[in-house]
């Protein structure tokens, strides 16, 4: 890493994190998009994410709650209808370029369930084409953790984040800030208690490789998940119950000196998943790190279903992206009526 780079790495955080914005994910990968788009009757061709991405790209002052876009490599090439490329059109409106760089998931050892992420072959050459030819200044590295019998195993757990930190000395020396993202899924009938026990094992894992590797820690924005229960636990916890574990073990196991925190929504509904980070704000207002929002569908989620029914619509499509934009800058400062 240039040693002098720490103060430019933390002025990207700062801006990025900046009250009361966050950064919107649109950067599904063509798989998980042509997903989505199957599950509504959406045709799964490029052009239809084209198009969908430039509504995205292009609602009107969305600027005021977002401060990052974070993009895929499909996406960020692309142009609007008129011919600008949407990196241009973000450059515009003074909102960060992120790209995301690991190149997708495959299984652990000889496990049918545990995932490790891959992306590092050639990192180093992508990024200066993201950084140079379009701009970018902050990157996205995905890890899955699944809960379950006897998972996540530790071997997995430190793959992931020998490999997280990695990455993100890669990135730094590229003058680049990374977002570092291991989540733990949804998927499951598991109780809070064990995605807290979870949560907290990996990120003591991660920030051990962190250190390990040399990763200046200011430069670097975790996304986490929230500790919550399964999404087929017979017990879901109220609102108060997520924001405290969530952020105890936020507070007991991530250094004080990362730059900042954000959350991913990871199946949560829109309302759901603001509601949660409006409780974290209000509940626990001095923290040592920003807390924000980088959510992908608790943002998209009922602007995809109004763009399957009636495309056309473009006006409708970007005004429900921003009522949820708005939710969750609202969100993140606390002040989201509930
Ligand atoms: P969700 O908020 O939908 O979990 O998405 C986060 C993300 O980073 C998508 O790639």
Not at 163 to 187: C, F, N, S
């Amino acid at each position: 890493m240039t040693p002098n780079n720490h103060d430019h790495l933390r002025a990207i955080v700062t801006s990025l994190l900046e009250q009361p914005k966050g950064i919107f994910a649109i950067d599904e990968s063509i798989e998980s998009c042509n997903k989505r788009f199957a599950l509504l009757g959406i045709p799964e061709t490029v052009e239809k994410r084209r198009d969908y991405r430039e509504l995205l790209v292009t609602v009107p002052e969305i600027e005021q709650y977002v401060s990052g876009y974070i993009m895929h490599d499909e996406t960020i090439r692309q142009s609007t209808t008129d011919g600008w490329r949407f990196a241009d059109v973000l450059h515009d409106k003074g909102i960060h370029i992120g790209i995301k760089v690991d190149t997708g998931l495959m299984p652990f050892a000889d496990s049918s369930i545990e995932q490790i992420t891959n992306g590092l072959d050639g990192l180093g050459d992508r990024l200066i084409e993201y950084r140079d030819v379009f701009g970018a200044s902050f990157t996205k590295w995905r890890a899955l953790i699944h809960i379950g019998e006897n998972i996540p195993t530790d071997a997995c757990l430190l793959e992931n984040a020998n490999r997280l930190a990695q990455y993100a000395k890669i990135v730094q020396e590229h003058d680049m800030v990374p977002i570092i993202e291991p989540e733990v899924l949804m998927t499951g009938n598991h109780t809070i208690q064990q995605c807290y026990d979870v949560t907290a094992r990996n990120l003591k894992i991660l920030m051990t490789a962190l250190h390990e590797h040399g990763v200046y820690l200011g430069g670097v924005i975790l996304k986490t998940s929230m500790v919550i229960d399964g999404s087929e636990c017979s017990v879901q916890s109220d609102i108060d119950t997520v924001a405290h574990m969530t952020m105890k073990c936020l507070q007991e196991y991530v250094s004080p000196d990362i730059g900042g925190i954000v959350f991913l929504s990871g199946g949560q509904d829109t309302n759901e998943s603001a509601q949660h980070l409006n409780r974290m704000s209000q509940l626990y207002p001095n923290l040592s790190w920003e807390l924000t929002f980088s959510y992908g569908r608790g943002i998209q989620d009922s602007a995809l279903h109004h763009f399957a029914k009636y495309p056309e619509d473009r006006a409708g499509i970007q005004d429900l992206v921003m009522v949820w934009a708005r939710a969750d800058s609202l969100a993140s400062i606390g002040k989201l009526p509930e």
